[in-house]
């Protein structure tokens, strides 16, 4: 089936810098959406992307939906303490009842 | 805001038993997702329901079968319970044409 290369798989920074992590896919997909997920918790939607070239920001959060419609990025602003977790990025290739796919995940470590 | 509501938050089973999760939506959530997540890895697509229908079927085993019933809760019934089954399972809630999924805090099952 179809994959998710997300990266980097870790990030250990400081508190207070800008984080950037991406998804790139060999299959285009229709809606992307981006998720952090706690320990032994569910997955929380961030943001949800729905058009080629779309820029979408939630707070100090901002997504992109690649023009190829193939790749997705996040970035996070001066992050801190509460950011840390497991983001995953999350492609849809069908209509709105249909399964996600979901990236390996990027582990976000911030150091105080 | 009312939240996706899962049942049993924990679930410890004997190899070969069976098991039946259960899922609410958020209300006026018409479609339900099923994923299995095992442990450090990302969560994986198992089948999906919209309008009581079955709509999307990932990698769901022949020992596992789900439905919607008429109030839209899910249930997830696995059998002959296998060692590999431990794992999270979430079920996630959309709104018609709305493709942002939003996940429960998910069943914790253990196969001993």
């Known amino acids: 089936g179809q994959q998710l290369n997300q990266s980097p798989q870790s990030m250990f920074i400081q508190e207070g810098e800008d984080v950037s992590m991406n998804c790139t896919s060999s299959?285009?997909?229709?809606?992307w959406l981006w998720y952090k997920q706690d320990p032994g918790e569910g997955p929380v939607l961030l943001i949800a992307l729905y058009k080629a070239g779309e820029l979408t920001s939630n707070g100090r959060l901002t997504a992109q939906f690649g023009i190829t419609r193939k790749d997705s990025f996040l970035n996070i602003s001066a992050s801190i303490p509460s950011d840390v977790g497991i983001y995953f990025c999350a492609g849809q290739q069908g209509g709105g009842a249909d399964g996600l796919t979901f990236g390996k995940g990027t582990h976000l470590i911030i150091q105080p | 805001a009312a939240g996706v509501i899962q049942s049993p938050r924990h679930l410890i089973k004997e190899k070969r038993e069976t098991a039946t999760l259960k899922c609410y939506p958020i209300?006026?959530?018409?479609?339900v997702y099923w994923y299995q997540q095992g442990p450090g890895q990302d969560p994986q697509f198992l089948i999906s329901f919209y309008e009581k229908m079955q709509s999307d079927k990932g990698s769901i085993p022949d020992r596992f079968s789900a439905q919607q019933f008429s109030d839209y809760h899910s249930e997830l019934n696995m059998s002959s319970l296998e060692l590999g089954d431990s794992a999270l399972y979430f079920c996630?809630?959309?709104?018609?044409?709305?493709?942002?999924?939003?996940f429960g805090p998910g069943t914790r099952l253990t196969v001993t």
């Open positions: 209300p006026r959530h018409d479609t």
């Open positions: 299959s285009i997909f229709n809606t």
């Open positions: 996630a809630s959309s709104s018609g044409r709305n493709y942002e999924q939003y």
